[in-house]
C-alpha cells in the first residue's frame, strides 16, 4: 500500500485531536496496577532507592526505545497492529512473517484482559468496603478474612468482573473521540487528583519522610541481582510494551506529533505516578509498623488494615480505591483496543460490535480465572512440571503472557525496527537531532534487544 492511501485511511479511521490527548491515552495505557498495585511492594522487596535507581535507568535504556519503536510502526501502517507491522515490513522489502510480534502481542494483552478485569473488580468491590466502614478498626485476621471470603466466591469475583469488563466495553465501543479520548481527559486528571489527595494525607502520618528516605536513599547492599532483574522487567511491563497497545494508538497519531518527545513524556508521567503511589503508599505502611515488602497482599490486606485504624481512614481508603479503579480502566481500555481495533477492520462488525464481542470473549475467559481461585484452586495444569507446581490456571495465565509473550514480542520488535527497517525511514519519522536519534538507534539496536533477552531467558530459568 502506497504512502498517500495510508494517510487517506487514517483520515477515515480519525486522529487523535491534540499531542496531549495521545499522551493522556499512552499515560493511561502505561498508569495502571503495576504502578499503584505491584511498584509499591515490589520496591519494597527489593530495598527502596537503589531499585528504584535501577527501574529509572531501565525505563531509559528500555522503555522508551521500544515505546518509540511501536508507535513509528503504528503511525506508518496506520491500520491494526498486525496488518501495521505487515505493511511496515513490506516497504522494507523484509518477510510479513516478522507481523508475528504483533500477533503475540494482541494475543496477550487479550489474555491479560481477562485476569486484569477479575483484579479490576477487586478495587471496585473494595471502594464500597471502606466507605462503608468494613475496614474500622480491624485487625489482620478479619481484614483477610474479608479478602479471602472476596476470592472464594465465585458469585462476587462474576460480578464485580461483569461491572469492570462492561465500564471497558463501554468506552472502547464509542470509538476514538467519543471513547478513548473522552475517557481519558476525564479520568487521567481525576486520577493525578485522587493521588495528590491520597499523598496528602499521608504527609499527615508522621512517617512520610521515612517513605522519601526509603524511595530516594540507595542502599546497593540491599538490591541483590535478582532485584536489579526486576526493576528490568518491571520497567518493560510498566510501560504497555509487548502488548500492541501503543501500535493501536500510534495508528491515530498524526504526523506532525514529535514521537521521541512524546514517548518520552509518557515514560516521565508514568513513573511519577508509580513514584507517587510509593509516597501514598510507604507513609501508610510504616505509620501502622507494617512491612513494606509484603508482596501482592499490600494493597488489599494490608493498606485496608492501616485504612481501619487511623482518623478518616474511611474516606481516604475509598478514595484509594476509587483511584485503583480509575488506573485499572485506562488499562482495561487499551488492552481491549489493539483487538477491537483488527475485528473492526477484518470482519464486517462496527465498532460497536466489535467491541461486544471481543468484550464477551475476554469476559468469557475471565470466568477461568475467578474459577481457579476458588472452585478449581485445586487444578494444576501443569503441576507435573517442577516450575509449574501448584500453579493454578490464573497463575500460569499471569505468568505465560508476563514472563514469555510480552518480552519475546518486545525482543521481535526492537530486532525488526533496529535491524530490518531503513534508517533514513525512521529517522525522517521519528524526527529526533542526530544526536537523540543516534543514540536511540543503537539502544534498539544493542542495549534493549539484550536487556530485553536476559529478562526473557532469566524468567524462563526461574
Sequence with gaps: ?????????????????????????????????????????????????????????????????????????????????????????????????????????????????????????????????????????????????????????????????????????????????????????????????????????????????????????????????????????????????????????????????????????????????????GLAIFPVVFANGLEAGSGPGLIFQTLPLAFGNMPMGSLFGALFFILLLFAAWTSGISLLEPVVEWVEERTSFARTGSAVLVGILCWALGIVSILSLNVWSDVTPLGMFQAFEGKTIFDLLDFFTANIMLPLSGLLTAIFVGWFVARETMKSDLALENGAFTLWYNLIRFVTPVAVAVVFFYNLMA
Design 1 to 277: 500500500m502506497s504512502q498517500s492511501n495510508s494517510a487517506s485511511d487514517s483520515g477515515a479511521r480519525g486522529l487523535w485531536s491534540s499531542r496531549l490527548a495521545f499522551i493522556l491515552a499512552a499515560t493511561g495505557s502505561a498508569v495502571g496496577l503495576g504502578n499503584v498495585w505491584k511498584f509499591p511492594y515490589v520496591t519494597g522487596e527489593n530495598g527502596g532507592g537503589a531499585f528504584v535507581l535501577v527501574y529509572l535507568l531501565c525505563i531509559a535504556i528500555i522503555g522508551v526505545p521500544i515505546m518509540m519503536a511501536e508507535v513509528f510502526i503504528g503511525r506508518n501502517g496506520r491500520h491494526n497492529p498486525i496488518t501495521s507491522f505487515r505493511l511496515v515490513a513490506e516497504r522494507n522489502l523484509v518477510s510479513p512473517l516478522w507481523r508475528i510480534s504483533a500477533i503475540i502481542g494482541m494475543l496477550a494483552a487479550f489474555i491479560i484482559l481477562s485476569f486484569y478485569s477479575v483484579i479490576g473488580g477487586w478495587a471496585a468491590s473494595y471502594i464500597g468496603h471502606a466507605a462503608a466502614g468494613d475496614f474500622t478498626g480491624g485487625t489482620a485476621e478479619s481484614v483477610g478474612e474479608l479478602f479471602s471470603a472476596l476470592l472464594g466466591s465465585p458469585t462476587q469475583l462474576l460480578l464485580w468482573h461483569t461491572v469492570f469488563m462492561a465500564l471497558v466495553v463501554l468506552v472502547v465501543s464509542r470509538g476514538l473521540k467519543g471513547g478513548l479520548e473522552r475517557a481519558v481527559t476525564i479520568l487521567m486528571p481525576a486520577l493525578f487528583v485522587l493521588l495528590l489527595a491520597v499523598v496528602g494525607y499521608a504527609t499527615t502520618t508522621g512517617h512520610f519522610g521515612e517513605a522519601v528516605s526509603f524511595l530516594f536513599t540507595p542502599d546497593f547492599g540491599a538490591l541483590t541481582v535478582d532485584g536489579a532483574l526486576v526493576a528490568l522487567g518491571h520497567a518493560f511491563f510498566t510501560l504497555s510494551l509487548g502488548m500492541a497497545i501503543m501500535m493501536a494508538y500510534g495508528s491515530y497519531l498524526g504526523r506532525d506529533v514529535h514521537i521521541g518527545r512524546t514517548a518520552v513524556s509518557v515514560a516521565i508521567m508514568d513513573t511519577v505516578v508509580a513514584l507517587l503511589a
